[in-house]
């Protein structure tokens, strides 16, 4: 599943949020955010986690596929 890390990078600095508070909230290691943010895809479970880490819907950190 595409991510867009920009939408991500948005999110985390209008809530004043790390990466590292990311990880923590999400359940996501930190290396693997990172990973995750610079190869801009990973598994739809994953993008669900990150997703809630944030408190936003899915849709809001995804690339539209179509």
Known sequence: MKIN????ELILSEQNMTKTA???KSGI???NISTIL???TCE???AAKLANGLG???CQIIENEF
């Open 29 to 31: 290691s930190r290396q």
């Open 5 to 8: 890390r920009r939408k991500i």
């Open 22 to 24: 990311l990880a923590e």
């Open 56 to 58: 936003v819907q899915i």
């Open 44 to 46: 739809p479970k994953t």
């Open 38 to 40: 610079g190869r801009g």
